[in-house]
């Protein structure tokens, strides 16, 4: 069965056969795709020409794909916070003490660098110039709820004599989080450690500075 055509012979634009849309797993890898060339050039820097390039497509195909190449930072950016929260909110959900929970949060934080090392590198370049986006407001949102959390977990820790009573909580968390998440910027997947064994010697050394002295 054929499409009706107009007298002219073009295709009315009503009928005109669109693309399908992409298998999830097509859309993921394109998604990967533009996750990795943000990391190495920057987002501002990047052409849509370049990801579709690197995507071995034509820049016009990718737009059957994603309407801008905001979108696609948009989900790569949404889709990353989306499963770290999930990884951070099963653990704390489990009840652990203050100690096993910043283990677990910081194997957790390894592992989605392990999953995610491209999107963890946009997200630190790029959230500070996006945060006051309207389409990226979730960024200060979570920025907000990490940083709560970590304080808390922190504060918990000191009260319950887990943690040393002189522990400056604030530089802790900066502590915590700078050195967890730099990680990214030379961890790779193919390396000689895995995301749990370099958990294991970070809290080895990060631990064993803030606990309670005998």
Not at 44 to 59: C, F, K, N, Q
């Amino acid at each position: 069965m054929t499409d009706p055509v107009n007298e002219n012979g073009t295709v009315p634009i009503s009928k005109k056969t669109t693309p399908d849309r992409p298998a999830p797993a097509r859309r993921a890898e394109l998604l990967a795709t533009a996750a990795e060339v943000f990391a190495e050039q920057g987002y501002s820097a990047t052409t849509v020409r370049r990801i579709a390039d690197e995507a071995g497509m034509l820049a016009g195909s990718l737009y059957y794909h994603f309407d801008s190449k905001e979108s696609m930072l948009d989900e790569i950016l949404a889709g990353f916070l989306t499963e770290l929260w999930s990884g951070y909110d099963a653990v704390l959900a489990a009840g652990l003490g203050p100690r096993e929970t910043v283990e677990a949060l910081v194997t957790e934080s390894f592992r989605e660098i392990d999953r995610h090392r491209a999107a963890v590198a946009v997200y630190q370049k790029e959230s500070r110039h996006l945060v006051d986006h309207p389409r990226f407001a979730y960024l200060a949102e979570s920025q907000e709820k990490f940083e709560d959390m970590w304080l808390g977990i922190l504060r918990r820790g000191v009260a319950e004599r887990v943690f040393r009573a002189d522990l400056d909580i604030r530089l802790a968390y900066r502590f915590l989080r700078d050195t967890v998440w730099v990680a990214a910027s030379w961890y790779r997947p193919d390396g000689a450690h895995g995301p749990e064994d370099i958990a294991r010697q970070y809290l080895s050394m990060v631990l064993d500075g803030i606990a309670v002295r005998d």
